[in-house]
């Protein structure tokens, strides 16, 4: 069935270092692919979203690109911030169902 | 312009108790989903409104109902809740027209079944 892989975590890193945070997905036909963050005590926000193969999406820094032949929407940024500390969450929507199809998550501490 | 809203933001009930909780979309929007994120997991899909109409349904048993107004706001009723309704319930809003799949989510609800 559908579903979505990401790696397991916590994730600690220092700041400036570099961020890769891999998901990888099963979905019926062609979807749309997102990162949502979630920080301390709030909901869900789009970070950024792919909708077509090669396609690469990009917010604050942040960058994945849609891989079709490898069916994976990895998120990296060059170098962390404080700020960015909190939970990442891969996801994927087909028009089949209409729905968001959510990865466990990840969360990411950043160190000064 | 508002985002997506909800109330409450915290609720304490027991087991075997019914609650409601509310949604109102981001201005414009038409379609409302719902989703509940347990404790250290992603969101998992709950239903999807639009014209006042259940129109998609996640792997959710019947004590989860809901309902869509006029207005386009909605609501999420559980009966007889169990320990394992305790999560976060989080509403999000869409255009259904947005053949991409982008929903707007709210701050959520945290709900606590004792």
């Known amino acids: 069935g559908d579903s979505v892989t990401q790696m397991e975590g916590p994730v600690t890193l220092s700041e400036e270092a570099f961020l890769t945070i891999n998901c990888t997905y099963t979905a019926t036909g062609y979807p749309s692919l997102f990162w949502y963050v979630q920080y301390p005590g709030e909901g869900l926000q789009l970070l950024l979203k792919?909708?077509?193969?090669?396609d690469k999406g990009s917010n604050k820094g942040f960058e994945a690109t849609y891989r079709k032949e490898t069916t994976s929407f990895h998120l990296e940024k060059g170098s962390v911030q404080v700020s960015d500390s909190a939970v990442y969450f891969c996801a994927f929507y087909t028009g089949a169902n209409s729905k968001l199809t959510f990865g466990k998550g990840i969360t990411l501490s950043v160190r000064p | 312009d508002a985002g997506v809203t909800q109330s409450p933001t915290h609720l304490i009930k027991t087991r075997g108790q019914q609650v409601t909780l509310r949604c109102s979309p981001k201005?414009?929007?038409?379609?409302v989903s719902w989703y509940q994120q347990a404790l250290g997991q992603g969101p998992q899909f709950i239903f999807q409104y639009y014209e006042e109409e259940e129109r998609q349904r996640g792997n959710f048993p019947d004590r989860f109902s809901g309902h869509q107004f006029p207005n386009y706001s909605s609501e999420l009723n559980v009966n007889a809740l169990l320990l394992g309704d305790s999560a976060l319930y989080l509403c999000a809003s869409s255009f259904l027209s947005a053949t991409q799949g982008e929903q707007f989510f709210g701050p959520g609800t945290r709900l606590t079944v004792l």
């Open positions: 792919a909708t077509k193969a090669d």
């Open positions: 201005s414009g929007h038409d379609t």
